[in-house]
């Protein structure tokens, strides 16, 4: 599928690491215009990647790069915390729970003004960053340059995953999903070795898709919950 790619400082490319394939996303929070998208003026969930760029269209935007960003309930609706242009949706869950969500330690990736970083759920509560947007997932994939203690080498379970990374003074905003199936352990790795984010945050698995004009790439399917977005002017 060909797309028009929007003008932006947006790089995207596909790499290998360990055998594996993955395509990677990065963005300058410090001039890019990073936003989370759940629902229309209306309330109703926008759910796909042209949903939002129509929800855009009447703002002279568009999306330059999207992905589906944190686990939802049947609904949609986001199963941890969630704040859209300063409001909240969903409280800070902080307990461990049932799934991949609550293989604790899990994060909270959250953008401000100029910045953006992935926090551990506790450290997000302690230090309470006012951010404009922000969505919980888990588990964490990389927590202060170390993987995830719960990431064995040798395991079996392999999916499609996506999740995000940030730079420590959170300018840079890595995205990353894979292009085959891999553990955590392997998707971990690749935040840590190659991409050398100190903190990365797993959004799902299996469901994982991305929009990116750029490569000529926008995955379909049914809809999402909480989407992540690049927004430019539209052309």
């Not at 998208?37 to 330059?64: M, P, T, W, Y």
């Not at 995955?219 to 977005?229: E, N, W, Y």
């Amino acid at each position: 599928m060909l797309l028009a790619a929007p003008a932006t400082a947006l790089t995207c490319s596909d790499i290998e690491h360990e055998g594996n394939r993955f395509t990677v996303c990065e963005a300058d929070a410090g001039s890019e215009d990073l936003r989370l998208f759940l629902r229309d003026e209306a309330g109703e969930i926008l759910g796909h990647f042209q949903s939002v760029d129509a929800a855009l269209a009447d703002q002279g935007k568009q999306l330059a790069f999207a992905m589906n960003a944190g686990m939802y309930h049947d609904d949609r609706s986001p199963v941890g915390h969630y704040v859209e242009n300063g409001t909240e949706e969903m409280r800070v869950i902080p307990n461990a729970g049932p799934g991949n969500f609550g293989l604790l330690p899990n994060g909270v990736f959250c953008i401000r003004p100029g910045r953006a970083d992935v926090f551990e759920t506790l450290s997000y509560q302690d230090q309470q960053p006012q951010c404009r947007d922000a969505t919980q997932s888990g588990p964490m994939l990389v927590i202060d340059g170390e993987l995830h203690p719960r990431f064995l080498p040798d395991s079996t379970s392999r999916y499609i995953r996506n999740g995000v990374g940030t730079s420590e003074d959170g300018q840079l905003v890595v995205f990353a999903i894979s292009r085959n199936a891999v553990t955590f352990h392997q998707f971990g790795s690749l935040f840590r070795d190659v991409l050398n984010t100190p903190n990365a945050l797993y959004f799902d698995g299996n469901i994982s898709r991305m929009h990116a004009p750029q490569i000529g790439r926008s995955d379909a399917g049914f809809s999402l919950g909480p989407i992540v977005g690049v927004v430019v002017d539209a052309e």
